[in-house]
């Protein structure tokens, strides 16, 4: 009885498609359009890190260009020349690994087989990965050929070290930089194949793979077989930072709002318990600064943008912990934490390394800046001139004295402060309006012992319409005028309406 084959998941369930690749949109909207416009260019170098997608967009762009039947800008996947490329097994289309291959003697067969037209297909593609391992002598033995090649000739270059290509070869490329994919978009793919598969696995337990991948899918694939074989049909966190070391999301975000609170003695016992359990505390360290640029982020730009590298739980940590601290601490903290990953490739105590290293970091969180003070001397300045904040004034040395007069038949309070240094100001109404008296008093008098309120026989004052005469009449009224002389030096300098 025949079983069933294992495929590893890498292979399974690598794209077919254009539309299947992920994290490299840029680069399959250009290579699209260009099928579409007819603008295919002689060759094109891809350049990225490993497990991102550059010998697998090479193969795609292959069935897409020699698709018998194309369905718009996608190959079918269905016609002989998909399914013999697929394969690795089309007479068209030439695939070399230059890490093996990267002699003159390799690539003369290229030089050789481009002067014959494809058999079945609309192209002759040559595809060389690892293509920074080609020797000098090879590179120029291809140069010709690369600069003027028969229109139906297109050259693939994939290669992670894209700056050991020599440079008269990247000018006569196109050259793609594949990006690292995103954490949550391996999440999501890891999400999707595990329910294809069957298998149990948590959100932190896929994050904790796609943390390990480092951004590369094929790494990431690759973990989740290693795990299913491991665990079976149930895959526990636990389980996957075993694999790689790692240090679970919440313990993470435990540490860095110790570091945030400033908790020097939680700082140290969880370094410890990590150190204890065997992690790698040197990816400790760099997973650490991820999350302060990832708080930073948040701070600048806000928990929705496309450079935020986190789940939606992440998102949500880092939304409390950006409210709990602020910008300037996080942006000193990362400083701190950039200098740890430079010293740490050189010392040989690691663990003491990042110990005082994050608790320098608490300290930075913790302590309150020069800038911090001289902001809330402004705000607290700007509020008490705005009238926001009440600031008790020291006493006087002359208190405050007042009186009642009747003006027009209605009873009038008058106010009068004389401070030592400088002209105060005092109201009274007269007529129904509020009028401001105006004092002044010298300085040599400001020691004067305080006059406790004083209270003088109502005077009747006579009717007037005039403003003016009614002003004079409050200035020449002797009771008001015994008032002022009870405070020495004090006067009425004018009176206004408020």
Known sequence: MDEKKHIPLPLKYRPMRFSDVIGQEHVVRTLCNAIEADRVANAYLFVGSRGIGKTTLSRIFAKALNCLSPEGREPCCKCSNCLEIARGGSMDVTEIDAASHNKVDDVKPIIEDVQFKPSSSKYKIFVIDECHMLSSAAWNALLKTLEEPPPYARFVFATTEGEKVLPTIVSRCQRFDLRRIQTHDIVSRLEH???????????????????????????????????????????????ALGVFGLVSRAALEGLADAIIAGDVKSILERVESFDSAGKNMRRVAAEL??????????????????????????????ERQAAAIDPSRVFRICDQLAELEEKLRYTLSVRAQIELTLIRASRIASTATVEELMRAVRELKSQTQGGGVSVPARPAPVQAAATAVHIDGARRSISLTAPAAHAAATAVHIDGARRSISLTAPAA?????????????????????????????LMDDPKLNSLLLSVPGAKIRDIREA
């Open 445 to 473: 008098h400001a020691a004067a012992p305080a006059v406790p309120p004083q209270t003088v026989p109502e005077p009747v004052v006579p009717e007037s319409s005039d403003p003016g005469a009614m002003r004079s009449k």
């Open 193 to 239: 194949i595990c329910k294809e598969e069957g298998i149990d696995a948590d959100d932190d337990t896929l994050l904790a793979i796609a943390r390990g991948a480092e951004g590369g899918m094929r790494d990431a694939l690759s973990s989740l077989d290693q795990l299913i074989a491991f665990t079976g049909g149930k895959i526990t966190e636990n389980d």
């Open 289 to 318: 600064m991820a999350h302060f640029r990832n708080l930073i982020v948040v701070q600048a730009a806000g928990s929705r943008v496309p450079s935020l590298e986190a789940t939606d739980a992440q998102i949500a940590t880092l």
